[in-house]
């Protein structure tokens, strides 16, 4: 984009900011704090609360109780008809992160000069540098009672390492709860043309590089420690990387595939002494829960229930394979609860919120107690990356990371009403079937919108729509900013979109007409006044 062109941009977007720097102000001093009255609360820590008020301040719980005082700056919210849960977490998944695609140099090929990268060795991948943020994402978690999610790149051998972030603010450096936590540990091999190409390939390599990386980290040590006379040991990336986890100062998750990856996994833990989890991708730790017994192993539990290609069930044909995925594999997580195995939820598998809770609900049908589920969204998680003592129950002084429903989480028709993620709040209202005029336009694709009055400023919106409901994102050179809930009603639409610019949160609020390939609606800034703009479709 030319400079000009940049800078009236900036310009539009600082005028808005400065328009609405009054009244952010003031909302950001008028919600501080809030009290929910009169409501249920599951706090974890002993039985419900049956007519209690929790109370919020500056995004930590404050009080709670069924006598707490409202305090007379709190904003109230009425819950005489909602149940208070703590707020459910992923403990482990891969859809928030997107990555660049990439074109493997097929000239590597020839000349066999493959990369770590080529070789799924990659630990020093950060999900962190990777996650996606955004309004239209905390939204269909929210909904749901998902208010934060622990990501990780989940492929090739060393796959790279996690970040826990609350669902709370689109700036990952604010949403952040905590940063290169776990490494990766995969069996497959990530490609076949180079070393490790093998089952028996990668683990003799891991084998290897945690044996190196204790190793570095011992010499290292010493070279730091006494420096004159000694050897300094050559400097290694990866090994680097590695020396936390081969001397178990942080945790790995190996992602096993089936029960004979969880057994592979055990051993090299107790070889190595390492500190680690068990991500049952294949959904069969219920046949080794001995061994894991035995390990105190800690679990993260899948919930898409295909049977492994390994699995005697899958090698019986299709009928058996599809009716062990309907009764044998659902019961997985029952089965580890029963034994006494922890485990937390993880959406690897899914990798939607919605499948990943329709699968959670399956294991309840198969017998997962509704208590020990949500504890398995709650507590555990919470317990397993050291954050017990501030998330995973409602208790004073904890991150006010809350939702309100009316009745129950974990449900086929779940209804969310509220969502206090780092103390702030999200209402989710309840969609009304039939309302306004069937759609009688589909404005799915790009399209570029002019703001009149801004000297030709141009931006980029590409729009998803499904019947009436439409979502999309807004593409902006200062980034893009995503949006749902918007409507389409006969010819017309209208959204919202929620920028954030300079540290500032500005809600825009769009309506239009469509006319064929083209639109001309307004926009509005809060009480700054509004701008009408046209947009027409970009062919493609």
Known sequence: MPRPTRYRLLLFFLTLIFLACISLRSDQDLHRIWAIKDARIVTLTGPPIEKGTLVIRDGLIEAVGASTPIPKDAEVIDGAKLTVY??????????????????????????????????????????????????????????????????????????GRSALFCFSDPDKNKALLLKDMCLGIGFSPANFMVYPNSLMGVYSYLKQVFSEA????????????????????????????????????????????????????????AEYKLSYFIADLGGEAFEVIP??????????????????????????????????????????????????????????????????????????????PKDRAIEALTKTPAGFFGLDRTLGTIEPGKIANVVLAEGELLVKEAKVRYAFVDGKKFELKEAK?????????????????????????????????????????????????????????????????????????IDLFFSATVDGEKMRGSVVQGGAGAAEFTAKRIPG
């Not at 990659?122 to 905390?138: M, S």
């Not at 010499?219 to 590695?242: A, F, I, Q």
């Open 291 to 368: 061994e894991l017994k035995k390990a105190n192993a800690r679990v993260l539990c899948t919930v898409a229930f295909k049977a492994p290609g390994s699995s005697i069930y899958a090698q019986r044909g299709k009928a058996e394979r599809e009716r062990a995925e309907k009764e044998v594999y659902p019961k997985n997580p029952a089965r580890l609860a029963e034994a006494g195995v922890p485990f937390a939820f993880s959406s690897l598998g899914t990798d939607d919120p919605k499948a990943f809770a329709e699968g959670i609900q399956k294991a309840i049908e198969a017998g997962l």
């Open 214 to 269: 204790a190793n570095f980290d011992q010499l290292r040590s010493r070279w730091l420690k006494e420096l004159k006379g000694l050897t300094r040991p050559d400097h290694s990336p990866n090994l680097e990387v590695l020396a936390d986890y081969a001397t178990a100062r942080k945790p790995v998750i190996f992602l096993c595939r089936n029960q004979h990856d969880i057994r592979r996994s055990l051993s090299l833990a």
């Open 433 to 505: 079937p039939g309302e306004g005029e069937k759609p009688t336009v589909n404005v799915t694709g790009k399209w570029e919108l002019s703001v009149e009055g801004q000297m030709g400023m141009r931006l980029t919106i590409d729009f998803s729509q499904e019947e009436a409901a439409l979502s999309g994102k807004l593409i902006t050179p200062f980034g893009a900013f995503d949006f749902t809930g918007g409507v389409v009603s006969g010819k017309d639409v209208s959204f919202e979109i929620s920028i954030s610019v300079g540290g500032q949160d």
């Open 86 to 159: 703590p707020g459910l977490m992923d403990g482990l998944g891969q859809s928030l992160l997107k990555f660049p695609e990439e074109k493997m140099d097929m000239s590597r090929i020839s000349s066999g000069e493959f990369t770590d990268k080529d070789r799924g060795i990659t630990p020093g991948l950060v999900a962190f540098d990777y996650v996606n943020l955004g309004k239209a994402v905390f939204e269909k978690y929210h909904k749901l009672g998902f208010v934060a999610g622990h990501v990780m790149p989940d492929r090739g051998v060393l796959t």
